[in-house]
């Protein structure tokens, strides 16, 4: 796949977190055979187990290079004879795959929905002083379970076909079936150790009467607005980081999987030290000084490395996991929001709707700086040239991704400084008919016109469109 559609891909396949304010609703006012979390968290682990059981048992089809040497060559160099070991469908393949990542995703999305509600109930039980710790534990284990994954993926898919060096390899059959696996062992889980008591079905009509009321509270439109603007900056990179990555770092898929398992340490003890010294630092605080030491990190690696000055696939994989520190800590920090406003019959949609507008603001982010990139000489052909305009291209399009890193530092204005101000602020700010409005009209922009520029990308006649990451058609 091109670089641009690698940042497609992985952009579709977050769209439905966006959906997870629609699960939560679902999961909030339509109680299944009287209960509100368990039906629909073993309901959407069903999705994801027939899901990665359809890509398991279904052959991927040829790779793009029918010698794995040509990917070495540039494309203008190639003879006729190589041009035919060439499999130019292999794309459209990986489309349909896409479709199927999303609709596994959209299962892990139900459950999480109902989940949220859930964790939301628990949460706000626990007295003010260590409020946030079950959800700081939550993000423990999953950092934890990371690890497993990486480990799977990193050592199992190290062969030649995967630019590794093994001579064996899971294959991408053999990791959906363990995906599959899970996600059967994960249904019977989530009814039996879920404790919940019944409940009835809410009005539809009067819940979303409550949200637009909801919406139109400072406190609530001013922290979306932070969320929502903060993740389009904050997420701001380059379509070429993945190819810089394989290209210039020769970066390996069991080197990377290494660095993907010490990235799940890393954030495991991140997460470890705000459970136990953390819950009441400042949330606006942490939030600016995690963006800047991202960044300030980040940036050696990427420079030394476009420049030819040192270039080595653990220099690009190893500095950037110290940023796994105030990266993990400023994501969870500026959560603990949810906690203080949620109401009774309310937590998973509340939850939902902070997650939503996280996972909106990202493929936002990804479908502006497709847009950008398309300006730059930096797709893998020309990464693969090297040559001082094509470095240059690539500084270019780093540069505008810190700048917009750091811009979103400004935004930290609408975030609460702490638990307390948040109430105080829910007490004392008002409300606001217009704004109100006005957050669920670009909340609803954002979403469509996510959905609509990356499926213009998955398209032959429509990719070339600048909006969608093209050079022009």
Known sequence: MSAV???????????????????????DCYPLFGYRRRPYMVCGWAISFVCCLIMAVVPLGNPYYGDSSLAEIPESDWTTEQQTMINYDAPNKGIKLIIL???????????????????????QR???????????????VTAVAGILTSFMTGIG??????GGTFSWDMGFAGVMGVCAAFSLVTIPLCWFCVTEEK??????????????????????????????????????????ESKIKSIWSNVTPLNDGIASMISSIV???????????????????VVVI????????????????????????????????????????????????????????????????????????????????????????????????????????VTYAYLIAYAFNLA?????????????HVHELKRTGGKSKWMGILTICYILFGFFWVVLTNALTLSTSTSCLRIAGGSGC
Not at 14 to 24: C, E, S, Y
Not at 157 to 162: C, D, G, V
Not at 207 to 226: E, G, K, N
């Open 5 to 27: 559609l690698v940042a497609t891909a992985t952009a579709l396949v977050k769209v439905p977190h966006a959906l997870r304010v629609f699960t939560g609703l679902v999961s």
């Open 101 to 123: 990542f999303m609709l596994a995703h959209l299962g892990t999305i139900v459950a999480y929905g109902a989940a949220d509600g859930y964790l939301v109930e628990l949460a």
């Open 126 to 140: 626990e007295p003010e002083a260590i409020r946030g710790s079950i959800q700081t534990d939550i993000a423990i």
């Open 157 to 162: 898919l190290n062969s030649e076909a995967y």
């Open 199 to 240: 409940a009835t079905a809410q009005p539809t009509r009067a819940f979303f009467a409550y949200l637009y009321d909801f919406m139109q509270y400072r406190v609530i439109y001013q922290v979306l607005a932070f969320r929502f603007f903060n993740h389009i900056f904050s997420n701001f990179s380059v379509t070429a």
């Open 267 to 285: 954030s495991f003890v991140a997460l470890y030290m705000v459970r136990k010294w953390g819950l009441h630092w400042s949330w606006r605080w």
């Open 290 to 393: 995690c963006q800047i030491s991202v960044v300030f990190i980040d940036c050696f690696p990427t420079f030394f490395t476009i420049w030819d000055v040192y270039r080595s696939q653990w220099f690009w994989l190893g500095v950037p996991l110290l940023a796994e520190v105030p990266s993990s800590i400023g994501e969870l920090i500026a959560k603990f929001f949810v906690i203080e406003i949620a109401e009774p019959g309310s937590e998973a949609t509340i939850m939902g709707l902070i997650i939503s507008i996280n996972n909106i603001g990202t493929p936002f982010s990804t479908v502006m700086y497709k847009s950008i990139d398309s300006h730059f000489s930096i797709a893998a052909k020309d990464i693969k040239k090297d040559t001082h305009e094509v470095r240059m291209d």
């Open 408 to 420: 979103s530092i400004v935004f930290v204005y609408w975030l609460p400084r702490q638990k307390e």
